[in-house]
Nanobody
């Protein structure tokens, strides 16, 4: 599975960004799609995840501000990020897990929240 992420950038506090991650390849069926982030000097943490059926899970720090969604037909996952804060700054990584529990990571996209 190959993953291509897009949508990162520099935004002011209170602003919004939308991340996308498209999966491609053959012979796989995606079960779980998720976004992780990693700030400098910190461990990578789960931001949000969504099952094929649409059930979602969010980190407490982003609840009410971020929304994860997916297009199963396009094997694409999105992360809408609103009311961004400086502490949201970091590398954002897409991860997909197939029905055989094999995981694949994207290359990451940088999000910087700063005035």
């Amino acid at each position: 599975v190959q993953l291509v992420e897009s949508g990162g950038g520099l935004v002011q506090p209170g602003g919004s960004l939308r991340l996308s991650c498209a999966a491609s390849g053959s012979g796989f069926s995606i079960a779980l799609m998720a976004w992780y982030r990693q700030a400098p000097g910190k461990q990578r943490e789960l931001v949000a995840a969504i099952t094929r059926g649409g059930s979602t899970n969010y980190a407490d720090s982003v609840k009410g501000r971020f929304t994860i969604s997916r297009d199963n037909a396009e094997n694409t996952v999105y992360l809408q990020m609103n009311s961004l804060k400086p502490e949201d700054t970091g590398g954002y990584y897409c991860k997909v897990t197939d029905t055989w529990n094999n995981g694949s990571w994207g290359q990451g996209t940088q999000v910087t929240v700063s005035s």
